[in-house]
Each structure stands twice: as C-alpha cells, then as structure tokens.
C-alpha cells in the first residue's frame, strides 16, 4: 500500500489536470503502469505510442555489442549519438575510426563533433541535408557503411527474437536493466562460440 498509494495520487492528479483542466502533463511526469512505475513513454515520429525504454547499442565490426545504455525518458535520438562516442572513447581509449548511425542521429551538429573527436568517416542511414563527401572519404566508403548499419539492424532483430530483448517480464527497474545486459551478454557468448577458433 505505501507503494502503490502516491502511484494512484499521481494517476489522479495527472488524470485532473489532462481531463478536466485541459492541461498538456510532461512525459516525464506521468505515471503509465501502476506495477511498472519506471515505465517511459516512447514517441517515434508519427508511429504508435509505445512503452518502455530507449536502448542505444554500439555494435563492432566483430558483430559483438561492445556498449549498451537504457536510456530514461524520450531523449532525442540525435542528442545521443555524441555521448555514445564518448563512452567509446571512455571505455577502450579511443573513439572508433569510423561509425555508421541511424538516421535519428543525423545531423550536421553531430557530423562537425564527431570528425572533431577524430572519427574519418561518419556514415548516417539518412543524410538530413548532409552530403556523403561531407560524412565519409568516398561514395564506397558510404556504402560499405551503410550495408554494415544493415547488417546491425540484422543484430538487433535477433537480440529481439532470440535473446528476449523485445519483452521483459521481470519486474523493477533495477531487473529490467539486469534483463537488458543478460541479453546482450548471451549475444556476445553465442557470436563468440560461432567465431572460428585460430588455427
């Protein structure tokens, strides 16, 4: 009850002020699942609302995922992409020589810092406005990155339907996070098993 009380008292105050006084809550200030409190409302384009949270992903070119962060709230994808390469610098030293991004992360404030960080080659799957000269060295340069960012949304349907990514039913936030780095771990243990062992 000491849980699930001010839970209720937020659904009603939010409730009150959406309904009858015509006011726009914030995400971030709203309640969507009694059980589920950390639960994030998640608007992409003009898609259908869904629940959950973001995940950002940096996948290496030997398919294993070398970073993950469960994001909270509906950050904009493209405030990500920066922070991303700086945990990469972070973590092994130095940030990669060349990226490929999704098109959420396109834009030309994230292009100018990334090749100031010392990125070569920045490929985002849409170009927003960018010319391919401006991302990467040559035309193949942009095509082999962009079939290798094909070749990541492969990843990320098989951690989604093999490795339990796309649903987690434990409960908590702290289980939730648990459940998200269980799966990519498992991921990483089978892409490493299938590896040839040297000769």
Not at 20 to 32: D, R, S, W
Request: hydrophobic share 35%; with cysteine.
């Amino acid at each position: 009850m000491d849980h699930l009380l001010p839970l209720v008292d937020a659904i009603v105050s939010q409730t009150e002020r959406r309904v009858f006084k015509g006011e726009k809550v914030p995400a971030q200030e709203k309640v969507v699942s009694l059980y589920e409190p950390h639960t994030d409302i998640i608007v992409k384009d003009r898609r259908q609302v869904q629940y959950g949270h973001k995940l950002n992903l940096v996948q290496g070119k030997s398919r294993l995922i070398l970073d993950l962060v469960i994001e909270e709230g509906n950050p904009a994808d493209s405030d990500q992409f920066i922070p991303m390469m700086e945990r990469q610098k972070e973590i092994y030293g130095r940030v990669p020589r060349q990226t490929s991004g999704d098109g959420g992360y396109a834009c030309r404030a994230n292009l100018e810092k990334a090749k100031a960080m010392g990125i070569s080659d920045v490929a985002f799957n849409k170009k927003r406005g960018l010319e391919v000269e401006e991302m990467t060295k040559s035309q193949y340069v942009y095509k082999t990155l962009f079939r290798f960012r094909a070749g990541i949304e492969a990843g990320i349907s098989w951690l989604k339907r093999c490795f339990g990514l796309s649903r987690c039913h434990c409960k908590g936030s702290e289980r939730f996070d648990s459940h998200c780095w269980l799966s990519v771990v498992c991921y990483n243990l089978v892409i490493l098993a299938r590896h040839p062992a040297p000769s």
